[in-house]
């Protein structure tokens, strides 16, 4: 397959990394400036200190680089990100994961890599993760309830992975599974979900250079809602395809048969790409809110990162293809 | 002033209740007790408020039935209306707040989204029950009062049906909300269940027609959003 470069980003867009920790800061220190000289909107864009573009892309180094013509968005703070989870394993309120998840993930963590490919073996977590340097993106995550954040991943390339694991010739998918213990996981002692968690990616997606692999956010270990140790980030899909928690990734030669496609076939597709057009079949998916913003902004098509990814779904019928 | 009638501590009580969620949403709003996103924690908490009241009005005539406290019928149009006031709250929360008054996206919705759609009925159906809880309308409308009021059903039907739509896997609150409902209104038939030999009826209960006698609305200073409640 072709894997289309991101655009050439001027060396004046990226945001060095300390900037963004200080963040808030900085952006008291703006908004300072601005109530000094009189408030208006564009006395707090001039100032640029803090602001974030949220179409970042890898970079050769790894460094944080943000795309033209995305806009400037601001990160989600860390207290939202890390307080408002949809990971039915802790429970179905969104603020249940932050309360519930107590020690989690505890240690040992392992790792199962199996299917079509040369590689496969049981790998302890931190091993493995140590096996691929980490970087740092700014993905927006738009989940399918219509709302949406902008987070500072850390973490590697899937790509990376699959080099080092090799998948054979018969390899057509991936798929992930969450781990199932409902001692640590008490959300799973309901039946509202097929359990284990299952997820997947056709290969060509799950080699895209945006398809990471997330050990972190905002500099720390991943938060046990967040789904550590490592979780799936697929920026350009609903948040449910970023499966939480990985205890194994499969490559099949079959589709997968994940989990709310399983709990309602009708309302989630395999595919769950950020569309716009295509509604939830009970409500919109125009428009979403953005944690902390009140007013709804447009939902973009594959969340903004239509200009890498669109290729990957030439000539599929994206209604049909949900 | 006033002085307190034999209803105080039961009107008070049901009062206190009433506003409780509000205060409680107002002071978390300012206080950013309602999380990540405040929108939607303000319009759960109206809109289950609502569901909440609804069923508290229609369990009124069920526990006069089979209690024969008589008193309680004095705080239906209390509880009637507060449901309505959280609908109204979470209707408006949802049209301002969520949609920021968009009509073309408001339309959409609630011509095209299912659970929207019986949620807008539900509210519609409550309206000329709020606007005619007074007692100049009991009054004016005389039988038809009655025959109004009856639109509860429905629309406590149409605003779990709503509930249920709404969730995405996690169905146990709905169906509690639908099952207290399907008991609430199973209550009501003339077959559902025993009936009290003595007390409710004496106390103006139910005839065996199912009828309430005349005197009754009359009579009772808190006639009223309840009074269609019971049927």
Known sequence: MVIRKPNEIRSSEITPYEVYLNRRKFIGQAAKLAVAATVTPGALAACDFGSQAAGAVPGESGSLLAAEGLGQEELTPFEDVTRYNNFY?????????ARSVGDFPRRPWTVRIDGHCENSGEYDVDDLVGRFPSEERIYRLRCVEAWSMVIPWQGFPLKDLLAWVQPTSRAKYVEF??????????????????????????????????????????????PGQNGAPIRLVVPWKYGFKSIKSIVRIRLVEEMPRTTWNISAPREYGFFANVNPEVDHPRWSQARERRIGELRRRPTLPFNGYAEEVASLYEGMDLRRWF | MRKPTPDFPLKTSVWILGLSPLGWGAWSFFSDGLGANPVEALMHLAGRWALAFLLLGLAV???RRFTGWGRVIKVRRLL???????????????LGLDQGFAWSFILEDVVERPFITVGFTAFLLLLPLAGTSTRGWIRRLGRRWRLLHRLVYPAAGLAALHFYWKVKADT??????????????FARLPWGGFRKKSGARKRGGLRRDGSAP???AGRSPLG???????G
């Open chain 2, 224 to 230: 009223t959003v309840g009074r269609l409640l019971e």
């Open chain 2, 80 to 94: 009637g209306l507060f449901a309505f006031f959280y609908a109204a709250t979470h209707l408006l929360v949802y």
């Open chain 2, 61 to 63: 005539s069920p526990i």
């Open chain 2, 214 to 216: 005349e005197r009754e």
């Open chain 1, 89 to 97: 394993e802790f429970g179905t309120g969104k603020e249940d994961p």
């Open chain 1, 177 to 222: 599974t969450t781990l199932y213990d409902p001692d640590q996981m008490p959300g799973q002692r309901s039946g509202v979900l097929d359990w284990p968690y299952v997820e997947g990616l056709r290969m060509d997606e799950a080699l895209h250079p945006l398809t990471l692999m997330a050990t972190g956010l905002y500099g720390q270990t991943l």
């Open chain 2, 172 to 185: 146990s609150w709905p169906l509690l909300v639908a099952g207290l409902l399907a008991v609430l209104l």
